[in-house]
């Protein structure tokens, strides 16, 4: 009998990790069935995300509201969900990382009686309350899954002090980078609207940093702190031209519009879809982010990470020189991004350090883990 997969996800970051998992589960569909629910906790970026990898959902959730709170979310999540486990029966849910999402499928599977697994397993930051509400998300999913897929080491070390056993923890990698290897060879002949725009206002003859920043805890003096360092390093580099894909939360576009919008080496655009977003990170010299994602994908294409947060739940990356943190202060972004820009050596040594998060291999990894399940 075939083993029944059900892969729940909602947000654009969860739908990149998950797709070529997407992928390699239907190419095993001798030994599984494969299905998925979207949530829709983020509509616009997950659908874009959805067309690139030729995903179509078999249920679509559609929870997206203005305005809504974490605490709505999480209800209508698992009730929702409720009529579709029913009715598919999963043996297995595979969730993953930290989104609420995430969160909230693993409560719900667990009291439909599938067993979940969660993907990008055993990340800690051990602080509840940064990142916010992601590190919980990440510990309640702990407790409830049945198997781990850890993406190193680290993380395995993580769920073994929390007394998970070692039989159903499976170090894979992250399925990031094989989203990531794939895409990025099929966006350099890719031509579309977004990417279209970029080549007409990025300059190949100017160093490029790209620079990405959403997270709750930077809003209000994080992100003027930021933006007061971005302004500062164009000003000191007016060769060096900042692309700034602004998210669409006004706490962000506030302070962002305001202290950037009149710089002239800094463009402020929308918010990328995945293709071009992979684009501009190939095209980039280093980003400044405070993007969980981005510290695993920029070294697999050798560049830079500079890290505006003051702990990371992605130790690996700073321990392997492939990230460095700089927190939110001024003068600490400004000093390191231009470190970077100008001791060619420094450069030269981070760009090349090995990519702990994987060789894009993972997804065949968890499928391989599964079918020896019994």
Not at 19 to 43: G, I, S, Y
Not at 275 to 291: C, E, G, R
Not at 293 to 307: D, N, T
Not at 316 to 327: D, F, R, S
Request: with cysteine; glycine share 6%.
């Amino acid at each position: 009998m075939k083993k029944k997969n059900l892969l729940v996800f909602g947000t654009r970051p969860e739908a990149i990790k998950m797709a070529p998992l997407v992928k390699e589960l239907q190419k095993n569909h001798q030994d599984f069935e494969t299905k998925v629910c979207v949530t829709a906790q983020h509509r616009e970026m997950l659908d874009q995300v959805l067309d690139f990898f030729e995903i179509v959902p078999d249920y679509d959730l559609d929870l997206m509201k203005p305005n809504q709170n974490l605490h709505q979310l999480t209800a209508d999540i698992i009730t929702e969900l409720k009529t579709v486990l029913e009715e598919y029966q999963p043996h297995y849910v595979f969730v993953h990382g930290d989104t609420t999402t995430t969160m909230a499928t693993a409560i719900a599977s667990f009291y439909s009686g599938a067993k979940v697994c969660h993907i990008e397993a055993g990340l800690r930051t051990w602080n509840k309350n940064s990142p916010f509400p992601e590190e919980m998300n990440r510990q309640i999913t702990g407790r409830i899954t049945d198997y781990h897929f850890a993406p190193t080491q680290q993380s395995k070390e993580n769920l073994l002090l929390e007394n998970i056993k070692e039989s159903n923890i499976n170090v894979t990698g992250n399925t990031v980078i094989d989203a990531l290897l794939e895409s990025s060879e099929r966006v350099k002949h890719l031509e579309n609207e977004e990417i279209t725009h970029l080549k007409s206002i990025v300059s190949t003859q100017k160093e490029l940093i790209l620079v990405t920043g959403h997270r709750r805890e930077n809003h209000g003096q994080g992100f003027v702190n930021i933006c007061s360092a971005l302004k500062e390093i164009a000003n000191k580099k007016p060769e060096v031209q900042i692309v700034y894909p602004v998210h669409l939360n006004p706490k962000v576009k506030g302070p962002v519009n305001e202290i950037l919008g009149a710089v002239s080496n800094i463009h402020l655009i929308d918010p990328l879809g995945y293709p071009a977003f992979v684009w501009l990170m190939n095209q980039s010299k280093l980003i400044i982010t405070d993007s969980g994602g981005v510290q695993e994908e920029a070294p697999s294409l050798g560049k830079p990470v500079l890290v505006m947060r003051n702990n990371t739940e992605r130790p690996e990356a700073v321990e392997a020189g492939t990230v460095i943190l700089v927190g939110t202060e001024t003068s600490k972004i400004v000093e390191e991004t231009l470190s970077l820009l100008e001791n060619k050596e420094r450069y030269k040594e981070m760009s090349g350090k090995h990519n702990p998060y994987g060789d894009g291999k993972a997804c065949a990894r968890i499928v391989a883990f599964l079918k020896d399940q019994k």
